[in-house]
């Protein structure tokens, strides 16, 4: 092993050329920060003794916000344009395209602004792919979602939050006999920690192999590591902060760390979140309750249906066939007569399972149904006409604004809404669409904002309703969790139906055009 200095000082000299595309550096050069350069200069200048490259897997593991996915999109126009391979194949991979797309977009958003490497690339952006017209070597993005099994010739391939892949199949097709044919491949992983309570992912796996080998345990001259992380109790402390924060004080701003950490003082799922994707935790807790059920009970009220005839609603809908229930939430934002927000529920359920659901799922659905906290369908499955009469029903006492809806088993159904004259929204329960109606929810709540009816089968919802965050710190809610996997028999579809509703009751404002508040503030339709 020695050290090439001129191979070192040529991936330094590339990126120097680039230059950043978002924030405050947008169109300045790319400036490597110590830790950056010290990464880049030991994984290309560390050669063998035939002048490769020593270090083929390299382990990237830093918090959000530190810069790893402008760091990563250098890196594989570097593979792209500069490597010295020809035909080359890079690609990009991560657990969902959305992902794995995440540096595929910094890096065509880099070239944007260099002309010099702009006038060399085909980009077809449709199928996230570049190629280097000169070398013919290409950058391809692939997520869990969609990869063959085999054919691939990487050069090189970068791993995005390999945590959140879902089982190992991609690692092992990109790894295993992947780049026999090249004389230098290398597999970059950039990553934050991972929630994985029962250290069973791939990404914990590769982890503590990582540290393994930083510690010595391991020799295996194959892997360079570099993890930025703070793993003890003292999390306020803000010298822990610079420890687990290379980029900190630039890349990353130390007030929005103050911020989170304050936040993190009086929530215990922030304080997870801050121990995760701020100080780089590896942390033990299991998914954690959205809202507390002490939070829910403080909020509870009860208000007339006769007071809130004729107020403007937004109704949130999570249709099911015959595991779940199916509910409907109404919505009704602070206006003229309604002083805050204010919800109510309606779940639906099949006859024909009831009793069976309620042994399993051990709730009264019997005695819920004698209060009225749950309409029961006749047959095996719910009868999604009985939910449109209901729809149609509250038609006729409100003025409902919009219907939101997960198009998820509820094609026909909205499909019927629409013909009766209702505007019908349909959102998916993804990442990027559920974080920010959750946490408005959750702030409304929290500061006694936003109440709702007493319903106990709404409450038992609300205590099975947990949150799962990706390495980008966005949110969705998923059941509660026990182990390895999530209750099943634990429902949560009146408070995805809630949230739902949120998607675009956040957005009303008396007076205001619905449709012009949403574009103006930049949120997808």
Not at 113 to 128: E, G, H, Q, V
Not at 205 to 225: N, Q, T
Not at 230 to 235: F, L, R
Not at 315 to 326: C, E
Request: net charge negative; charged share 25%; aromatic share 10%.
């Amino acid at each position: 092993m020695s050290f090439d200095q001129a191979k070192a000082d040529r991936v330094c000299a590339f990126f120097s050329m680039l230059k950043h595309t978002d924030g405050k550096f947008y169109g300045q050069p790319f400036k490597l920060l110590p830790w950056e350069e010290k990464i880049l200069r030991d994984v290309y200048g560390t050669v063998k003794e035939d002048g490769t490259r020593q270090y083929r897997y390299i382990w990237v593991e830093v918090p959000k916000k530190n810069g790893k996915s402008q760091l990563g999109a250098g890196v594989a126009l570097y593979h792209l344009f500069a490597d010295g391979e020809i035909n080359g194949e890079i690609y990009g991979c991560a657990a969902d395209r959305e992902q794995a797309s995440i540096i595929y977009d910094a890096a065509s958003k880099t070239l944007e602004i260099i002309p010099t490497l702009l006038k060399r690339s085909k980009i077809l952006a449709s199928y996230k792919k570049i190629t280097d017209r000169v070398s013919g070597s290409r950058y391809k993005v692939l997520s869990s979602e969609a990869y063959s099994k085999h054919g691939y010739k990487p050069s090189a391939v970068l791993f995005d939050e390999i945590h959140a892949q879902p089982n190992r199949d991609l690692w092992d097709v990109m790894t295993h006999g992947s780049g026999a044919s090249r004389s230098q491949p290398i597999w970059w992983n950039f990553t934050t920690a991972g929630k994985d309570p029962d250290r069973v992912s791939i990404g914990w796996e590769l982890h503590d192999y990582a540290m393994r080998v930083a510690s010595g345990e391991i020799s295996d001259p194959s892997w360079y590591v570099a993890i930025y992380s703070y793993e003890g109790e003292d999390i306020y402390n803000e010298e822990h902060w610079y420890e687990s924060n290379p980029s900190l004080g630039v890349a990353k701003d130390i007030e929005s760390m103050r911020d989170a950490a304050n936040r993190a003082k009086n929530s215990p799922e922030v304080e997870l979140n801050f121990r995760w994707l701020d100080l780089n935790q590896w942390v033990t807790t299991k998914l954690t309750s959205w809202i507390e059920l002490e939070v829910y009970d403080q909020t509870e009220e009860e208000i007339p249906d006769e007071k809130l005839l004729g107020l403007k609603c937004f109704i949130g809908q999570d249709a099911s066939t015959t595991t779940d229930l199916s509910a409907i939430v109404r919505l009704f934002p602070p206006q003229p007569g309604l002083d805050h927000w204010y919800f109510k529920s309606d779940a639906f359920i099949p006859r024909n399972t009831l009793l069976e659901r309620t042994r399993t799922d051990h709730v009264p659905y019997d005695k819920w149904e004698m209060g009225g906290y749950v309409h029961v369908t006749e047959g095996d499955t719910i009868d999604h006409w009985a939910i449109l009469g209901k729809i149609l029903e509250y038609k006729e006492m409100y003025e409902v604004v919009e219907l939101v809806s997960d198009p998820a088993f509820a094609v026909m159904l909205t499909q019927a809404e629409m013909k009766e004259g209702i505007n019908v929204v349909t959102q998916q329960g993804t990442f990027a669409v559920l974080t920010d109606p959750m946490n408005t929810v959750e702030t409304l709540m929290r500061s006694g904002q936003l109440t709702h009816e007493h319903n106990p089968l709404l409450r038992w919802t609300f205590g099975n309703a947990s949150i799962a965050t990706n390495g980008s710190g966005l949110k969705k809610l998923v059941k509660e969790t026990k182990g390895k996997s999530v209750i099943r028999t634990k429902r949560i579809d009146p408070v995805m139906a809630l949230v739902l509703a949120m998607c675009r009751a956040r957005f009303y404002n008396q007076g205001d055009n619905l449709e012009e508040r949403i574009l103006s503030e930049g949120w997808g339709m």
